[in-house]
């Protein structure tokens, strides 16, 4: 059987009515060609109509990508499901699927990456669907919101479900069975075997194809050229032949967003250390160093978007680049995480796991230490990073962020104190606010919860909040003012410009003067303590 085709042709095998699953995160393994092709047949033929996409990741961006936006079309979608959806700035045009959201002509889930990975498997195995405790106390547990994004989904009703179980409450996920998933690799044999060699990530393609072919689908795999049967080594064939009914050929695919194809990302050479650029002087690198003084040497360190994401380049400017081994939600291991078009891929990575994997050992709380960034805190430290109802498509959604923290041991969220004209500069060693913002980001209580304060003092996470002013812990008398930056007055720079109260530490220091001055901090980690092992371990 010849399984290559057009891009047309495949589009044509998508029955109306599908549960369509793609594999994607934003620009990077975006099976954008094939994606172009449903959404032309549509506009021609009015086919396929009323798709369930199932999309852990965001599938396309702002910036090139289209992505799920070729599919944002009234009659063609008729529910979404995804991890995370287009974002970008408001300076930029609002994503096609996010206009159809806001006009409730699709009903829009947004539910945890990982989860999402975790209900392919076990749609796959045929078992009853997931069970756990990640998303509980946030605003995937169908006590708070259920991970509705409109009315039309809370009209449809509900995805996910409290249960009892073993005397514990647990979150219920039931399966979603796609009839086609479209999937993306570099290399496809005659047979249909699939290697990735030019991929940032390798995602959870796999467990998508699986779902499908084990529901009696089909798979559609995209890639960028194709070889003779038995010439792609069998250690590197990534999906079997097994799984792929059809391949679709795009010469032109990108590796992630304008980004051609660097072989620093696929992990085929090795960029010098040097060749990382230093991180131009601003407050956004004294927030980002004060989260870097939070680690141990080491440790295995998750990372987030935003102001996080410049630690790694603060590590290579003190002279610690190989002091801890980062771990990024799309599956890379060490290297140098990279930020903007790129975030989610690492250059040097040690290597590429599959994502699926990658967030198990994040549910678990395999991990030393999470980075990650803010919209909102409460005065119970639960965080919002998912929703701003004015302009929803600043954000992502949750993406693997619930995944990220439920069981996280120290998690560090980076973020300014104030939003809304706020003009600061750091100088001669402290913080000079020069127009503080109108609006507070320390809030009575946040408009979706993304992650639960209540739940990590009950764990006894390690939580703490980097601000450009002060740094805060998270303690079971509430939000705690542990340090305060130079320059700064605590009675009217913080707590008069906080929106709830908080708390002041009995032995409030000053931040570093250090992290205010341009020339490197001179950095040294804590030593990570030796492994305890533990027995008897809970659910919880």
Known sequence: MNKIISATEAA???PDGAVLAIGSSAGLNCPDHMLRAVGERFAGEGHPRNLTVFSPIAAGDMYGVKGIDHLA????????????????????????????????????YNLPSGVMYDMARDAAAKRPGVLTKVGLDTFVDPRLNGGKMNAAAAKRGEVVQVVEFGGETWLHFPNHFPQVAIIRGTTADERGNISMEQEG?????????????????????????????????????????????????????????????????????????????????????????????????DGAVNLGFGISALVPQILIEEGQAEAVTWVIEQGAVGGVPLTGFAFGCAANAQAIFPTPQQFTYFQ????????????????????????????????????GFVDITTRARKIVFSGYFTAGGLQVAAEDGGLRIRQDGKISKFVPEVGHVTFSGRNAVERGQDITYVTERCVLKLRREGLTVVEIAPGVDLERDILARAGTPLQVASDLKLMDVRLFRPEPIGLSLARKPAPVIRTGLQAA
């Not at 194809?209 to 003779?228: F, H, M, P, W």
């Not at 678990?364 to 965080?383: N, P, Q």
Request: a negative charge; charged letters at 20%.
């Open 201 to 297: 990530a390798v995602l959870g393609m796999v467990d998508l194809a699986l779902a499908a072919r084990n529901s009696g689908g089909i798979v559609i795999c995209q890639v960028k050229r194709t070889t003779a049967a038995g010439t792609i080594p069998a250690h590197r064939v990534h999906i079997p032949s097994t799984l792929v009914d059809y391949v679709v050929v795009d010469p032109d695919q990108a590796q992630a967003t304008e980004i051609l194809y660097d072989p620093a990302i696929s992990g085929e050479v090795r960029r010098p250390i040097s060749s990382f650029k230093p991180e131009p002087f601003s407050v956004d690198k004294v927030i980002a160093r004060r989260a870097a003084m939070e680690l141990m040497d």
């Open 12 to 14: 044509r095998f998508i």
């Open 73 to 108: 079309r009234k009659g063609l979608l008729e529910t979404i499901l995804a991890g995370s959806f287009p974002s970008g700035p408001s300076s930029l045009p609002s994503p096609a699927i996010w206009e159809m959201i806001e006009r409730d002509e699709v009903a829009a």
């Open 364 to 399: 678990g709380g395999g991990f030393d230490c999470s980075l990650l960034s803010f919209l909102e805190v409460d005065a119970f430290g639960s965080v919002n990073v998912s929703r701003l109802p004015s302009r929803p498509y600043l954000t992502a959604g949750c993406g």
